[in-house]
Each structure stands twice: as C-alpha cells, then as structure tokens.
C-alpha cells in the first residue's frame, strides 16, 4: 500500500544529517554544549540529535520542492530524536520497538493543575513513568473534564474504542511557562507582555519551545501491535453525570496513531508543524482503499466520511459506529519519496522496526513570516487525519474543496490562539486549559 | 406512514428555542424527539457554508445557505416594494421557480415583512449577530406605564434568573455596570461569563464626541453590547474560570452571516449537548405539517411529517410523531404557520381559540444612517457591532412614539450600502482610477466610513399578521407564509425620531452624512412628507404571544397553549410587546421559564 | 499573454509591488489563477487578451508604464473595460459582464474563487482584512490597523 515513488536520495540526505546537531541528553535538558561534541562523534544517519531550527541553502529557491524538502527533513530529524530511546545508547528500532524521549516530557495536565499552583520542577524521571491517558478529545477545556465540550467529535476505531490524545511539552516551553506564571488563570491576566515563546536557532545552537501532540489507539481485534509503537497505559474516563458518563480506570496496551510536533524557531515565529501518522490510518481520497485500517472500512458504504460520531459520545459506551475517515489530501510525492528512504533507514538498524509504519504526512511552516500576521503558510491546508480528522476539506460532485479560514491548516487556527486573558498565547491553546487559583475569602 | 415510539416531548424545530428545551428536558431525564425541517448538523456544515459565503455574489444573511425548496426560506434579495393592489404571486403552480422569481413569503403589503430566518438544524442562530441584551423593567408594562401596547403576564424580576442562565449556556461577554440601565438589576454577586469584547476606533470616537449630548433628556452614553462571542473569561462565583472551549473572537467581521471559527455562540452548541444527554433523539429532513387533537379532550396526540431526501427532491417518507407533550419551537412564522394550517379538525387551526395566532407579527425596523468620518475610524475590523447607544430604549417620549436602540455598526457603509463593492465599482468604472490613485481613494474614503442602525419598536397590532397562503405551497406541498405588515405611525415617529437624533449625533463627532448607494429600498414610505427606508433586523416577534387572558393571547405566561393542555409554544413568537432590545436573550431564558413548567408538569403525571 | 507580462500590467492596474502580485516564494498562485481564468475561451471575447498583451508592450516600450496604461490601455474603450475587471478581480476577486459598463452597483456575475475573494487587495488596502477571514487576534480592532497595506502614498 505504500510502495510509491521510491526515490534513493542518498546523497541529499547524507548532507543533510550531518548538519546541526545535538546529541540526545536523557535528562531531557537540551544544552548546547553537549550538541557541539556530538557533531564530531555521530556519523551514522539515523542521529539522536534534535534539530535546532531548518536550515535553507542560499540555493533552495523553488518552494514546492527544495523548500518543502528542507522543512521535511527538519521534520524527520526530529521524528527520529524524538523517538530515539529515552535511557539507552541503542538505536531507534533496534529492538523493534522503543520507549522514546518526548514521552519523558512533561504531560499538559501535569502543568496546568487543577488549582492553578505551581508545577512540580522539570524531572525526566518522574513524568517519563507512567502514562495516563485522559483525553478523548483534541482540545479539551479543563483537563480533567476530558470529554467536554467535544465540539468536533471523537475519533472512533475499528473495535469501536476511541482514540485517545496526550500533549507533551519540553523543558524549554515548560520553563517558559513556569517562569512567567502562566500555569493559571491570574498569571495569565497579569502578564502584560506579548507571550514570545524561545524559538530555536541554529547559530547560537539554541532549543525552542516544543509540543507535541499524540493520539494513540487500544489495541485490539486486527491490530498488529509489530507495526505500532506501543505502550502500557492507564486509560481514564472522568465520570459526567449529566451525560450518564461513569468514571472508568482500566490499563490498556496503545499503540501510537498520530504525532504531531510543533517547533518554535528564530526564523519561523509561527513555528514548524510537522505531522505524522501511523500507516494504517486510512485511505486517501481517490486512491484504492484495500486493506486493513484503523479508522476506515471499505465495506461500512453507508457512512459519511470524515463526520463526527453519533451522538452521545461516550467512551464507556459499546457498539458505538467506527468513525470513517479518509485523507482528503495525498501526501505530496516528494514527502513520500523522503518516508519511503528514511524506512530504509530504520529498517537497516532492523528490519521489524515499528518506525518504519509511521509517515510524514507533511510539514507546515510560515513563508512570509514577517510580512502576515499567520506568515503565509505553506502548504495552506495541512491535516493530520487522526487529530483533524473532521476538517481536512469536503468533497462536493467527487472534488475537494478547501474552505480558507476553516479547513484544516495549523498555522491558520493556532494564529488565533490566546491566553485567558486575550492575549495572543503564541500559537498555543495549552494556556487557555489553566485553572484560575482559589480567591481567599474575603 | 410510521408512527414514532411514544417519547415524553416532541419538539418541532430544532433551532435556538427547540434545542435549549431539549437540552433541559434530556438533563431531566425526559425523553425527547426533535423533529427537524432542515439539513442535519454535520462536521463539514461550517467549511461548506463558508465556502458558498465566499464565492456568493451577493454577501447577504442568506448567501452561505443555499434554499432548500422542502423547507424554504425568505432572502433578503426578494424584499421588494409592494404594488397596490399586490401582484399575485408568479408560477405558484411550480414550487422551485416561484419562491426562485419572488422568495418565499407572499407579501400582500402594504409594505413589505423585511426580516428573515433559516430553517437547517440550528436554525436562524447561524446567522445572528449575537447581541444579548435585557429587556428594561418598563418593556414588561408598556401598558401600564406608556398606556401603549399591551403588558406582559410576567415581570422583569420573573425573568430575570433565567436571564443568567441564558447567558451562561450562550457565554456573553459583558460587564455588569455597564448594563445596569433604565432600571435593569442583575442576581447579587452576578457576573457575566466573559468580560465586554474591547471597543472599535469607532466606538471610541463616538464615546468621546457624544459625552456631553442628549436626547429627550437621555444622554447619548454608548456602553459595550453584551455579546454572545468569546472574550476574555472570567472566574465565576464558584471560582472556576468560565471556558466553553471554543475560540476566542478573531474579529471576522462576519457574524451574520457566518462566523468562520464559532467564535460566536450559535444553537448547534446546544444541541449537540441535548443530544449527548442520551434523551434526545432528532429526526432532520422532517417537516411538521399537521397537528393531531384528540377533539374530545383537546390534548394533542401527534405530529404529522413529512420528509424528503434531497433540497429539491419530492417526498420521500411519511409519519406521525407521538408523545405526552408538544412543543412547537419552530420560528414565530413557521410556529404560526404550522398551527394555523393544522385547521382539518379546527377549523380556526390549532391553539386558536384567541383569534390570536399568527397575528401581532413585530419586527425592530431598522433605520440606517450613515455617513463619513472626519478622521480614519478603520471600519471592516473587529465584530459588526461592538458597541451601541441604550439610553434611547425608555423614556415617557414612549406615549407617543416608538422607542429605538442605536446599534453601532463597524462595517463601514457595508449594510446600507453595499461597501466595498459599490463604491469600488464608481472608483473603478466611472472615475477610472487604477494604480496608486486607486489605493489612496480607498484610503481616504473607506477608513472614514460608518454606519448606525436604529432598532425601533414595533406595537403589537392585529392588522400585521401572517396566514398559510390558499394557494401557493412548497415544494411539498405545505402553504407558504402569507403575510399582511405595514408600519404604524406610532413607529413611523420613531423612524422620524431617529433621524433627528442623527442629526444630532452626526453634528456632534462633525461627520458627514450619505445617503448615496442605499442597497435596499424595499421598504420605503413616507411619514410628513418625509421618505424613510425600512430594513428588517431579523426580529420576528409576537405570532403567538402569552398573556394573562386567554381571549386575547395563545398562551400562558409559560408558554402552554390555553387550549391544549399538553401544547407549548414557544420562540420570539411569546413576546406581547417587542421592545427595542435584540430578542433573543429574552427568547432563551422564556425557554427554559418554559422547560420547568413542562418538566414539573411530566413529573406531575408521572 | 504571458504569466509575467499580465504580472507586470497587473502591478500598475492595482499599485501592488511585484512581490505581492507574483510573490518569488508564491503559496498562492493568484496571478495563475486570474490569467487561466482569462484565457478560458468565453470569459473574455476572443482576441482581446492578445490586444491587451499588444497593448502593454506598447505602454512599456515608453519607458513608463503607467503613462503607457493610461495611453495604449485606459484609452481603448474596449481595453480599458477589460483592464477594470482585471482591478475588480485583484481587488475583491469578483468578476463583471464586460458587455456592460462597470458603474455604481453593478452585478458581478461570479467570485472566482474562495482563494481570491480572501485574497482579494481591497481589504488589506484600507488595514482591514476580508469579511469572513481574518488572521488577526482577539481585540486587534480596539487600536489602530498597524501598517495599511502598502504604505499610504501621502
Ligand atoms: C440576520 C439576523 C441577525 C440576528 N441577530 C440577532 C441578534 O444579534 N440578537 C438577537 O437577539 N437575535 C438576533 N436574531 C434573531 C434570532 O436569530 C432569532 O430570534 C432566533 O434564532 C429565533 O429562534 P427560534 O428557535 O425561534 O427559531 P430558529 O432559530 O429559526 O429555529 C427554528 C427551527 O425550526 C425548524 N423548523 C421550521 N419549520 C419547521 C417545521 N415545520 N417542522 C420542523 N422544523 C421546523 C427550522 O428548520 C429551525 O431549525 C437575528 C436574526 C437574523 C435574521
Ligand atoms: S467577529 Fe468574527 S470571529 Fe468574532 S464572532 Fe464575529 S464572525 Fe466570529
């Protein structure tokens, strides 16, 4: 199902991966110093190092192609130190599978606590430890209380669980946040500067801000858990009783379905998107849809796609339909070229390497980024079907049509992003799930 | 034909009214069915109806909705002047042609009925400007105070808890002080979920130049509009802090029609949350045509419907909703209209008794005034009205002519004038200015345009009212809305009234006044030899209104039918009077006043 | 007509620079847009584009284009019709009977595309942005616009 344009880029690549780097640090603190070392030592091409910021040769000048290009590379380079492991030398995929660095990273919930106080201080350790996965829905409004407002709807399986989402942040964005006190409500009011996350920068090899997003299936019935990162989770459904919704603990294995990585850099204030799927998600509009998906199924005919599940939405609730997405935009050619020789790559370190199941489906960045307020975003409609799964366009008399200002585009929704005070929050919702704390009584 | 299992309520419409009441009645535990004229609410509505927005030539209310033939509505496009005697309709043999040459509605005049509505899941809500203000104590006894109208069977204390409750589920944005006018009093400790959205450059300047001015001994204060769009939360008593998860205003200038990233609150929000209380069900595509009595006993006992499967498509499908109680939230005219056609066992129609139905059809027509400022106000920013002036809305002037608000309109000549395009075509094909000449005349002009719009009143009057035309149907086959308006003077003195009053304000902040490229003209008439234009606000009030007296209204102050015990009519349709603020607030708390009294009456014969 | 020459008309129909008309790095792709949509055979009578190409040599080949526009373009009755529209499109994206003179509250007869009525100059022109897309944030219109897009001239 994957096998197109396989393009060897070998060279390109090469050069490309002995650029700028970091090595990866398990303390999860990003020191620059360390990344300086690492250039000499690592020469191999799959590298731990995460990125700093893109880097454009002066002779990239066509957009579509030498451009994008860079930006994906950007975005697989950071994949891949992303998902190195988090507490080894070993290689990605070396095992097959691996737990990885960004899941060391602190979870939103454990930054915005319910009574709006003080985080407890950045420790890979702790957070890394267990999973918790509360949220059913993409943007939630108060984290504890995952399954409201659901204004776009969860996202359903084959087996009729529902996806659930975990959004991590680094040390960099966590300080940010720590420091200024945005963790709630008051400090957010009080903070009368414009909200101006790092943003990284090669020269002075400096991290920016970065969040990522990740949704995750149960594994279950048709699930092949060798082409999925997997994990050990504590699945968590808060209990509503105005909607009949009981509070439910159980442990589940996961596999991951979605990443989406946000990176603030110097050169793109509107940060970098890069967004990635497991390969099994679904079929694209127009092509063959043979074969097993997590969220499609070739003989259900009588479901709308890309609509939201029939109501109430309830994850507790069994028998519910499987949602029925397809990607309404094919991932560009060049893009998958990139995919098809990174595979390569994990596949060489070894062959039953579950990365080698996870695909760029593009990389958002701001072209004019002085010049617009959203930076002329390019390409202008980027969806990730597991996490905008309800907005990646319509279909009318078998076309597809791109609404500007509605579909799907990061850049585009995050630009109206805003603290709970109105300010523009730098292209994050995080800052809008804080509580406020307790007024003492008067 | 089918027959629905038996459910606790049926609801006829699922728009604003429609959708609060199901909410309510499904956290109760009660069982409903929504039956819905209109297209489902689906995840691709919003970036499909942008899109048609978008590519609309002309950017009307209507223009992201395209009409629906078996659930028609009006357009703007077809609001015309009105011969004497009127025409008869064109085509009403050919449904699709007719209401495509002249709208939806037969106006018999004399002046034409200006507003509109949309009938999809959601209903009108789509398209509102979301303006949420209270009604003033004195709006509750126009009667009794004025010796005008009628009163209401309920005061502004009555109303006012569920004022907060409808302004929580809406999440306005607003400040308290602020709206404390004319006697308005708000819950001890009240706060408004949202903080008020900031003012435009314009709000500003007209804040500054009318300080010290006033009218009928109202100073011309312009106070924030309490709006149903996201701002700035604030911690409510329970010190949580408000959230409803949706975006903040991007200031897409576009409310009416759409806005593009639901910023603005509108009713799907409130149906969907009906729906995921697991006690609402909702068929769409389903059009309530007939309304069973059992005539022994006068309780309804089901609701017929039709259906179909395509906008333009014949019917499809067939059935009769059946439940202990009804609930008609299908728009003051649809609301009327269904009662009054459903005469096959009444002959008078359904709830009726009253002679009442249908009739005091209101409106606030809206008086335009615009003009030039001397300074760049920057219009085409931020919402379509962020401020206004409500000083105006009471005073005893109330005798003899009709009250009005000022809304303050932030998009240039946009409503009255059909800015940019207009003016642009002048610039273009008549001045042929092109290059920098061009962008310095749009610079100099465009940046100084402004625009008010006077909201006047309306008195309730037998004479205005609306009948399910004899002749002229649908597409399947259900009477589309016959309508006989006319303004009376006691209005009319205040279209009079609020052009002085821009005179007055024009003066004060130096701005010139146009009247150039007046977009419609539907609605002109004279009043002592002056010309006036009315354009409707959307506004439909009155075609069902609740009283005291059950031989001069159709409905109790709860919004249940004299006549029918198990009946609830509810919509902007209730209000005796209109007032001038923008109903529907008041519309919202008068449906959850109504879903306590059907909750208590199921729990009574449970 | 070629890509840059209708490019370069463009510039001095609607006073935009280059980089905004044909921006180097271009996400948009309007002027293509605008130009197919010319070129398709019954939008615009045969022949008349190539008279308007014609025509915007001669007006470069003076030296300066815009006393050019005004003398080879703006004066041909026909061409000058045509250059209208083409400011319609740049300006609000909508598109006009050319049989019938453009005057005060004529009826467009489309809008080309979602894309061009975002893009369309005429906003952005007088620091606002097109009703029904906006990328700035929550309260922007309490202050005043920060740049008019392009700078007033005075
Ligand atoms: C341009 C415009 C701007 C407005 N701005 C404001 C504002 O700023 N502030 C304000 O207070 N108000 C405003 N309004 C008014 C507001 O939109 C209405 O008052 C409100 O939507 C009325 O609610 P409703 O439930 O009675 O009717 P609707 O919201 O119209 O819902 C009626 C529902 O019933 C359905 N229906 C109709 N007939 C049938 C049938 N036979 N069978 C089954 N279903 C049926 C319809 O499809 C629809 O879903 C505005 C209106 C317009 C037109
Ligand atoms: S101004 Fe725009 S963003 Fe704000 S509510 Fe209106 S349409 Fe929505």
């Known amino acids: 199902m994957r096998k197109t344009n396989v393009i060897i880029l070998g060279a390109v690549i090469m050069a490309f991966f002995v650029s700028f780097y970091a090595c990866h640090n398990p303390t999860g603190q990003t020191s620059p110093k360390e990344a300086a070392d690492s250039l000499k030592t690592s020469e191999t091409a799959l590298r731990d190092s995460l990125p700093y910021n893109v880097s454009i040769a002066k002779t990239d000048t066509v957009l579509d192609t030498q451009i994008r290009r860079e930006f994906d590379k950007f975005s697989w380079q950071s994949f891949i130190a992303l998902n190195w492991p988090a507490d080894s030398t070993e290689k990605i995929g070396e095992h097959g599978d691996n737990n990885t660095v960004w899941e060391t990273w602190k979870e939103n919930y454990q930054v915005f606590l319910p009574d709006g106080s003080k985080p407890e201080p950045w420790d890979t350790a702790k957070q890394g430890r267990q999973k918790l996965l509360v949220q059913v829905g993409k943007t939630p409004t108060v984290l504890t209380d995952v399954t409201q407002p659901f204004l776009t709807g969860p996202l359903i399986d084959q087996n009729g669980q529902y996806t659930r989402f975990q959004i991590v942040m680094n040390k960099e964005m966590f300080d940010y946040i720590d420091t200024n006190t945005l963790y709630n409500y008051q400090g957010q009011l009080n903070f009368k500067k414009t909200i101006d996350f790092p943003g990284g920068d090669n020269p002075t090899k400096t991290y920016g801000a970065i969040m990522v997003k990740a949704s995750w299936k149960i594994m279950g019935k048709g699930d092949d858990p060798a082409r999925f990162h997997t994990a050990k989770a504590t699945i968590h459904v808060p209990a509503i009783p105005d909607r009949h919704i009981k509070d439910t603990t159980f442990q589940a294995v996961v596999g991951l379905v979605g990443l989406h990585i946000g990176t603030k850099s110097k050169t793109n204030p509107q940060w970098i998107w890069s967004t990635f799927e497991q390969v099994d998600n679904c079929p694209t509009f127009g092509e063959p849809d043979n074969g097993h998906y997590n969220f499609y199924d070739k003989s259900a005919t009588g479901r709308k796609i890309n609509n939201k599940p029939d109501e109430p939405w309830d994850p507790n609730r069994p028998g519910q339909t499987p949602s029925q997405i397809v990607r309404l935009t094919p991932v560009f050619s060049g893009t998958r070229a990139l995919t098809d020789s990174i595979h390569k790559l994990f596949t060489a370190v070894n062959p039953k390497s579950v990365w080698q199941y996870y695909e760029l489906v593009g990389t958002q960045w701001p072209v004019h980024a002085n010049q617009l307020p959203a930076g002329d975003p390019f390409p202008v409609f980027m969806a990730n079907a597991t996490l905008e799964s309800y907005i990646q366009g319509t279909v009318k008399a078998g076309k597809v049509v791109y609404t500007q200002g509605v579909t799907s585009s990061c850049i585009g929704c995050h630009n109206g992003a805003t603290t709970l005070g109105g300010r523009t929050s730098d292209f994050t919702y995080l800052l809008r799930t804080a509580a406020a704390v307790k007024p003492t009584k008067k | 034909m089918s027959t629905t299992q038996n459910y606790d309520a049926i609801i006829v419409g699922g728009g604003w009214a429609g959708s609060a009441i199901a909410w309510k009645l499904g956290l109760a535990g009660k069982k409903v069915l929504i039956l819905e004229a209109g297209i489902p609410f689906q995840s691709d509505n919003r970036e499909e109806f942008v899109e048609t927005f978008f590519l609309a030539t002309a950017k009307t209310p209507e223009a992201p909705y395209t009409q629906n033939y078996n659930a028609p509505r009006p357009s703007v496009l077809d609001i015309k002047q009105i011969p004497n005697p009127p025409e008869p309709p064109a085509d009403c043999s050919s449904p699709i042609v007719s209401i495509d040459k002249g709208g939806y509605f037969i106006q018999q005049g004399p002046m034409p009925f200006g507003s509109t509505y949309e009938r999809l899941a959601g209903g009108t809500s789509w398209h509102w400007l979301g303006t949420c203000l209270r009604l003033v104590p004195n709006d509750f006894k126009l009667k009794s105070t004025y010796g005008v109208g009628v009163d209401w069977p309920i005061s502004y204390n009555d109303l006012s808890p569920y004022y907060d409750e409808a302004e929580f589920e809406i999440g306005v944005s607003a400040d308290v002080d602020e709206q404390m006018i004319h006697g308005i009093t708000f819950s001890p400790d009240y706060i408004y979920p949202m903080q008020r959205i900031p003012p435009s450059i314009l709000d500003q300047v007209l804040t500054e130049g009318l300080k010290n001015v006033a009218i009928d001994n109202n100073p011309l204060t312009v106070t924030g509009t309490p709006a149903g769009r996201n701002g700035v939360s604030n911690i409510m008593n329970d010190g949580t802090v408000y959230n409803n998860g949706r975006r903040l205003c991007q200031g897409n200038t576009n409310c009416t029609p759409i806005c593009p990233i639901q910023a603005k609150y509108d009713a799907t929000i409130t149906l969907n949350k009906a729906l995921q209380t697991g006690n609402v069900d909702i068929l769409y595509q389903t059009v309530a045509s007939n309304i069973l009595i059992d005539t022994a006993t006068g309780e309804v006992t089901g609701i017929e419907y039709k259906q179909y499967e395509t906008k333009n498509g014949p019917q499809t499908g067939s059935g009769t909703a059946t439940g202990s109680k009804y609930i008609i939230a299908a728009h003051a005219i649809e609301a009327a209209k269904l009662l009054l056609m459903s005469n096959s066992q009444l002959p008078a129609g359904v709830a009726n008794t009253s002679g009442q139905v249908g009739r005091n059809l209101m409106d606030h027509p809206v008086n335009l005034s615009w003009g030039s400022m001397p300074d760049p106000v920057y219009p085409f920013r931020g919402p379509l009205s962020t401020s206004g002036i409500e000083t105006t809305r009471d005073g005893s002037f109330r005798n003899t002519r009709a009250a009005y608000r000022i809304e303050i309109g932030n998009e240039g000549w946009n409503w009255p004038a059909g800015s940019p395009y207009t003016q642009l075509q002048g610039y273009v094909g008549e001045q042929g200015l092109f290059g920098q000449d061009l962008i310095s005349q749009i610079q100099h002009d465009f940046v100084r345009q402004f625009r008010l719009g006077y909201l006047i009143e309306q008195l309730p009057e037998e004479t205005n009212y609306i009948v399910p035309s004899a002749n002229c149907k649908d597409n399947l086959g259900i009477p589309r809305p016959e309508i006989h308006y006319n303004l009376d003077d006691y209005t009319r003195a205040g279209f009079q009234a609020a052009e002085q009053a821009t005179v007055t304000i024009f003066g004060a902040v130096n701005a010139t006044p146009s009247t150039a490229n007046r977009v419609a003209t539907g609605g002109e008439f004279t009043y002592q030899n002056e010309t006036y234009y009315s354009n409707g606000a959307g506004h439909v009030m009155g075609t069902h209104r609740m009283g005291d007296d059950k031989t001069t209204s159709v409905t109790d102050a709860n919004m249940k039918s004299w006549d029918h015990d198990n009946l609830y009519i509810v919509g902007c349709g209730s209000f005796p009077t209109g007032a001038t603020a923008n109903p529907t607030l008041t519309m919202m708390a008068l449906a959850f006043k109504a879903s306590d009294a059907i909750i208590a009456d199921l729990d009574l014969n449970a | ?154």
């Open chain 3, 1 to 154: 007509m070629t890509l840059n020459d209708f490019a370069n008309l463009s510039v001095v129909l609607t006073g935009y620079p280059l980089s905004t008309i044909l921006p180097q790095l271009d996400t948009q792709h309007q002027a293509e847009e605008f130009l197919e949509f010319l070129q398709t055979p019954g939008n615009v009578p045969a022949g008349e584009m190539d008279n308007l190409a014609a025509a915007w040599q001669k007006a470069t080949a003076s030296g300066d284009p815009v006393q050019g526009v005004k003398t080879y373009i703006m004066a041909d009755v026909t061409l000058a019709r045509l250059a209208q529209n083409i400011i319609m499109l740049w300006y609000l994206g909508v598109w006009y009977d050319l049989a019938t003179p453009l005057t005060t509250g004529s009826f467009a007869i489309q809008v080309i595309s979602g894309k061009a009525y975002k893009n369309g100059l005429a906003w952005g022109t007088m620091g606002a942005h097109p009703m029904g897309y906006s990328e700035e944030n929550f309260g922007y219109w309490n202050t005043v616009p920060p740049f008019l897009n392009p700078q007033p001239s005075n």
